[in-house]
């Protein structure tokens, strides 16, 4: 009982984030140099009203999108409102006004749709950067969009942007009655666009997504026929399950008594690490995907959860009750119990540590002043930085594929009888930039992706 009541303190993240002093961020004191950036207007040519009001979602989607970079790009309100700016560009009054990029849109009726042409340049250069035309109806509008704004992003800083990921995440919305009900969606990287992935009817837990998007690793709580005595019962366990998103079809992993959770992807996607307790206490185990061969990472008398591995598979993170209570280790995951290091010293103890994906850093939630906060910590140990204070209960926190960004979970008291729980955005430096979900039911262990939809 005991075991079970620790895993499910951990693994569950508490429902929901010291006494150490810790560096805290400041959003908006420090000076940075951003590239000025217009999304003009765009040229018009014979749209009907449904059209009209399809061009004029396309540029808000583009600027809304842009708006998530706002540490790197000032957004400057400064248009053309659509007079030639695509066809005949201004671009020595663009860099009189110190604009940096400048987008212009050329929007013409296709069918019921539209055809939309875009022009990106450099305006201190006067360079076209980027040319392309889609075209787009109210079906693919939000998926066509982040595909053009990802493509400009890409122009102006030779990286990818999150405008094409995705974030899976479990919701209870499905729950009536006293009986809780935890499922797994999909959704847009701003919250858009939610797919309901499964249909248990029952509690599901602990999502994490395969390298090549193909598959979604997750726990579910599932009932069991145990026969005593000639006696059948049904016992309740916690089982790892595969969905496969090509197929539509799912798979068990692993079934042993006991905890089979916390699994994650090793870089490669042909090694998963997850938390078995059908031993006793709770141990992290590798498993081969294609032969099921499995092999001890941690064997400790105390429990060891919620693993994640950095790029190259070098080093591992995860949570240990070695010194009592739930605080966050080191080790490579290749020497089993070789290289233990503790990591984490702040708050009462410690939960969800997640890897950046350069493998520089980990983002985990801290019990500090009766909640968690966020924190962030350079993989060895040093340079602790507190992300959030006073916004709640914040744990569950995961980065962006670009690492420019961190998705978690949020907990508000709203009356003396309701709490709500949602997932929200925030940059790697603590800006909350938004709200994902809201009225969707309380929302749990969201995972950036690049699932497209």
């Known amino acids: 009982m005991k075991i079970i009541l620790f895993i499910c303190a951990l693994l569950f993240q508490v429902q929901a984030f010291s006494q150490t002093a810790v560096a805290e961020i400041a959003v908006g004191e420090a000076s940075v140099d ?3 950036f217009v999304i003009d207007d765009a040229e018009l040519k014979s749209l009907g009203g449904q059209q009209k009001s399809l061009a004029s979602e396309l540029i808000d989607i583009l600027r809304n999108d842009f708006v998530f970079y706002k540490h790197k790009f000032n957004n400057v309100d400064f248009s053309e409102k659509g007079q030639e700016s695509y066809s005949k560009p201004n671009l020595a009054k663009w860099k009189e006004s110190g604009i ?41 509008i939000r998926l066509k969009a982040h595909q053009v704004a990802d493509g400009i992003y890409r122009s102006v800083t030779g990286k990818p942007s999150i405008f094409n990921s995705t974030i899976v995440f479990v919701s209870d919305r499905g729950t009536f009655g006293k009986d809780t009900v935890k499922e797994l969606f999909l959704m847009d ?39 005593s005595r000639n006696k059948v019962r049904i016992i309740k366990n916690i089982d790892l399950k595969m969905y496969d998103l090509k197929n539509k079809s799912f798979s068990t992993i692993s079934d042993k008594p006991g905890i089979n959770s916390g699994a994650i992807f090793s870089a490669s996607g042909d090694l998963i690490y997850m938390t078995l307790s059908f031993k006793g206490n709770a141990d992290i185990y590798e498993m081969q995907i294609g032969s099921g061969k499995m092999r001890n990472v941690t064997s400790h008398y105390a429990d060891d959860v919620d693993p994640s591995i950095n790029r190259d598979g070098s080093l591992m993170t995860f949570l240990s009750n070695r ?79 670009d690492g420019e960004f961190i998705v978690f979970t949020s907990k508000r008291v709203v009356s003396q009888s309701k709490a709500v729980q949602d997932i929200y955005i925030m940059n790697r430096d603590g800006e909350i930039l938004g709200q994902l979900t809201q009225n969707f039911g309380r929302c749990y262990s969201p995972q950036w992706t690049n699932i497209l939809k």
């Open 34 to 36: 951003k590239d000025k």
């Open 100 to 140: 940096t990029y400048f987008l212009a849109t050329n929007i013409s009726s296709s069918g019921s749709g539209i055809e939309a042409k875009f022009k990106a340049w450099s305006v201190l250069s006067g360079q076209e950067i980027f040319n392309h035309s889609v075209t787009i109806d109210q079906k693919n």
């Open 189 to 227: 990287f701003d919250g858009n666009r939610v797919e309901k992935l499964t249909h248990f009817n029952s509690v599901v837990l602990s999502p994490s997504v395969a390298p090549d998007n193909s598959k979604i690793m997750f726990s579910v709580i599932a009932p069991h026929k145990e026969v």
């Open 323 to 401: 010194p009592g209570r739930a605080h966050i280790y080191t080790m490579d995951p290749a020497n089993p119990d070789k290289g233990v290091k503790r990591i984490s010293f702040v708050g009462q103890f410690n939960a969800a540590p997640r890897f950046s994906p350069d493998g520089k850093e980990i983002v985990f939630s801290s019990w500090v002043d009766a909640g968690f906060d966020l924190y962030r910590i350079a993989s060895d140990g040093n340079n602790l930085v507190r992300l959030t204070k006073d916004f709640g209960s914040n744990e569950e926190a995961v980065y962006s594929p």
